[in-house]
């Protein structure tokens, strides 16, 4: 049983360390504020161990990681919905390069970076769920696995999120 348990805890370490970036991303733009974000984050960890002994095929373990983690999100987003965030404007097509100057471990974003969490704070849980995925470079058919989706729709829902993005900055730019 003790051999088991080991087993258990370095799998569970090794999915983990392995998907930590990914992990801080969906806390940050899940929750704003740092300490929701912790909260987020132990959450994501103790839902991640909970359901680590349902996980049959390693070849998934990266796909059901994202699964679990965006669940867990959205649900913690619903528990806080009465919360707002305000928008600060930002340029527009800079998503993937904002994202990318993220290292995952810095406490505190710079502040374009910040202002795209911002605006990414004021869409709906699904439509998070898809831009988090779009900027850590998934394709649409990862995403849509992810997200129990096809990937046609994946593409189409991406569209409109992307042109909701841009109207809330050009909005707020004015």
Known sequence: MNSELQAADGKFLDLVNGNRPKILKICRVYAWNREDQEDLHQEILFQIWRGLPQLRDDSYADTWLYRTALNTAIGFLRKRASRHARTVPFEDGHLRQLAETQDGGSPEPDAQLAALYEAIAQL???????????????????????????????????????????????????
């Open 124 to 174: 709906d849980g699904v439509e998070k769920a898809l831009i988090t995925l779009f900027l850590e470079d998934l394709s649409y058919e990862q995403i849509a696995q992810v997200m129990g989706l096809n990937s046609s729709h994946v593409g189409v829902l991406l569209h409109r999120v992307k042109k909701k993005l841009s109207a809330m900055i050009k909005e707020k730019a004015q």
